[in-house]
């Protein structure tokens, strides 16, 4: 089993940045790859990006392209997520995910429900 915790969220303006923190603990292992996610109140569930554990390789939605960066730190068994030039559309609570598994699609893996372990989110408020 894997436990994620997020932190790093908070209220900024328009045009801010902020960075997010995800620390793995537990079976880290066994992870294969891990992703963020966000979701908006009244909305589902979406995909922000995603990055191999062991290449680094990325994988970002295009509505962040540019402005949002993954990355991770394997010897503290923590994934980051730089957000720029933040929007109001941005606004959600974010949550990280861990993959324990393989899967056909690798790094593009963006489904919820390929990622069996989930962090409690952390709210990201853009103001206008």
């Known amino acids: 089993q894997v436990t994620l915790v997020e932190s790093g969220g908070g209220l900024v303006q328009a045009g801010g940045s902020l960075r997010l923190s995800c620390e793995a603990s537990?079976?880290?292992?066994?992870?294969?790859?891990m992703g963020w996610f966000r979701q908006a109140p009244g909305k589902e569930r979406d995909f922000v990006a995603a990055i191999s554990w062991s290449l680094g390789s990325t994988y970002y939605a295009d509505s962040v392209k540019g402005r949002f960066t993954i990355s991770r730190d394997n010897a503290k068994n923590t994934m980051y997520l730089q957000i720029n030039s933040l929007i109001p559309e941005d606004t959600a609570v974010y949550y990280c995910?861990?993959?324990?598994?393989?899967?056909?699609?690798?790094?593009?893996?963006?489904?919820?429900?390929?990622?069996?372990?989930w962090g409690q989110g952390t709210q990201v408020t853009v103001s206008s």
């Open positions: 995910a861990a993959r324990t598994g393989p899967h056909s699609m690798g790094v593009r893996t963006t489904a919820p429900s390929a990622f069996g372990s």
């Open positions: 537990g079976r880290t292992f066994s992870i294969y790859g």
